[in-house]
């Protein structure tokens, strides 16, 4: 920022040119049509925008498996803590070599801060946000999530 010095009437006009800027933001803004979305009535219609981080999900594939490789990478991105990935060694039958494979992805959508540096750590774009908002429960114990699927092991 400068430091200009203006005499008695340079300040009075450079500060009616300030003041005269900030106002024609403000009178744009003020002609600007406005929205409003009246939630709980349009909530069948409501589109929310593609870039809003509602919940952390873990997308599968047609054959119901996800991409994670339990690098843990999300995990230590987190600044609060609130994922938490377990994993155990497995020997892959066909190359008989040992990897890491995904137990339980737990999420604590109550503590989170929707920073989003657990999908930009993600090297294999296993988990992203989804555009879900409406998380009111009457107990934290049901913000706490697996997001993987526990039924089936990943190859």
């Not at 996800?66 to 377990?86: D, F, M, S, Y």
């Not at 995904?102 to 294999?124: E, I, K």
């Amino acid at each position: 920022m400068e430091n200009k010095k203006y005499s008695y009437m340079g300040g009075i006009f450079h500060g009616l040119k300030t003041l005269l800027t900030g106002m024609k933001v403000t009178w744009i803004e003020f002609f600007t049509k406005k929205t409003t979305e009246q939630y709980p009535e349009n909530r069948n219609s409501l589109v929310m925008f593609e870039r809003f981080r509602g919940t952390l999900t873990m997308p599968v594939d047609e054959n119901g498996r996800n991409k994670c490789i339990a690098c843990g990478l999300c995990e230590n991105a987190c600044p609060n803590g609130t994922i938490h990935v377990e994993s155990e060694m497995v020997t892959d039958e066909e190359t008989g070599k040992k990897k890491k494979v995904l137990v339980r992805y737990r999420y604590d959508l109550g503590s989170c801060m929707f920073c989003q540096l657990c999908v930009n750590a993600c090297p294999t774009g296993a988990i992203a946000f989804s555009t879900a908002f409406e998380h009111a429960v009457y107990t934290r114990d049901k913000l706490v999530k697996t997001l993987n699927r526990t039924t089936d092991k990943q190859s």
